[in-house]
């Protein structure tokens, strides 16, 4: 199975959410928090405003709340404001604002790629195998709080509604999304560097169907760009698009065959079921002397049940996946019931028509779930 080589992936960096809904010490500034997040970001001390006692809270509404560029410049920052009942739900809004600040297109990726997050998970899949893949997925599901974004400032009307703004320095925001850019392209390029024989195999097409996901990723990093105004040296049009990867991986499958091999079949009907549902997956199922077969034993069994008129039989169909140049199974699929009928030949036919039904309703979810663990590993 291939490896991603290891790449430092801006680990560690995280959105901060500055402050938090108790009560500070007495004497000492209540937004301090937040002030000092800021002057840290911008490496200027704290914006320039009102200057506010330690512990006395402003009367007057800073013009901040009804237009954050009053205090934030348009030139160096995007900014956006937020309001609750108290401290934290303010902040979690200023910065849900400023998310909406960069418009459906970036959210429409992140839709894209935090689904495929799930979608692993909910697989049994795991990301922990790479470490720079797992990076990669964690700072993208981070994206919809916006990597980079800071609390500048809160305010409280003295009756019951908090403020808080939102700002991203546009400068800082560059570099840090630039650099982002830039190590999922180095993870991209291992990812589907690869030789032709490689591209004739599952783990070639699960290799570009991530490199996909990543490349999505990208596009909302580059929306970002250019939002604050800044390439910071990334010229959008170098960027390969998750949809160019995704069709190259369709022409991969084209070039895959599965085999389907049945044991004690009936006028073939399994082993059309199970090739319809590779063919839906885009696979096309070829002969048994190729590198992937599905091997599958039917067996049917007569049911001992004095008790009934009726003729009953138990099947059973078992089927492994085989990768026959690593002489192993990638996906275990087993599926059982009984039926019955006035005669034992009725009660097979039925069985037979069962288990064509469950693997019209099921094989499809399975082979599906193998593919998503396999892009996990990758």
């Known amino acids: 199975m291939f490896k991603v080589a ?4 801006m680990t560690g960096m995280v959105v901060l959410f500055v402050g938090c809904a108790t009560t500070p010490p007495a004497g000492e500034d ?21 200057p506010v006692q330690p512990g006395v809270r402003p009367t007057g509404e800073p013009g901040w ?23 934290g739900i303010a902040e ?44 990669a997925i964690k700072i993208i599901t981070a ?37 982002m850019i830039q190590s999922h392209q180095r993870i991209i390029t291992d990812l589907v560097t690869m030789s032709d024989a490689d591209k004739g195999t599952l783990d ?30 990334i010229v959008p049009e170098d960027l390969k698009s998750g949809t160019y990867y995704r069709r190259e991986a369709t022409e991969m499958v084209k070039n895959i065959p599965i085999g389907v091999a049945v ?30 077969v ?28 085989m990768d026959t140049t690593e002489n192993s199974v990638l996906l275990p699929f087993s599926i059982n019931g009984r039926e019955g009928h006035l005669s034992i030949s009725e009660a097979e036919n039925r069985a037979i028509m069962a288990a064509e039904k469950k693997i019209n309703e099921s094989y499809g979810g399975e082979l599906s779930g193998y593919f998503l663990a396999l892009l996990s590993k990758q």
Do not use: C
């Open 65 to 87: 709340v009804t237009d954050p560029y009053t205090m934030y410049s348009k030139n160096d920052y995007v900014a956006a404001v937020g309001y609750g009942d108290d401290r």
């Open 294 to 321: 599905l091997k599958v034993q039917v067996t049917l069994d007569p049911v001992d049940n004095p008790n009934q008129s009726n003729k009953f039989v138990r099947y059973v169909v078992v089927a492994n996946l």
């Open 6 to 9: 290891s790449l430092a992936l």
């Open 143 to 179: 994206l919809d709080s916006l990597v980079g974004a800071q609390i500048g400032d809160v305010w409280y009307d003295g009756k019951r509604t908090h403020y808080a703004v939102a700002v991203m320095e546009k400068t800082k925001t560059a570099a840090l999304y630039a650099d």
């Open 263 to 292: 044991t004690n079949d009936r006028s073939n009907r399994i082993q059309s079921a199970f090739a319809a549902v590779i063919n839906k997956a885009g696979f096309k199922s070829g002969g048994t002397s190729g590198r992937y």
């Open 204 to 233: 070639g097409y699960a290799r570009y169907q991530l490199a996909a996901v990543i490349a999505d990723a990208n596009q909302a990093y580059t929306n970002v760009l250019t939002i604050v105004g800044s390439s910071a040296g």
């Open 30 to 50: 209540p937004d301090a928090a937040a002030h000092a997040a800021v002057a840290e970001m911008t490496g200027s001390g704290r914006p320039a405003a009102a």
């Open 92 to 135: 979690k809004n200023a910065l849900a604002a400023l998310t909406g600040v960069f418009g459906q297109s970036i959210k429409a990726e992140l839709d894209v790629v935090i689904g495929y997050s799930e979608s692993v998970s909910r697989s049994g899949g795991t990301v922990s195998q790479n470490s720079s893949v797992q990076s």
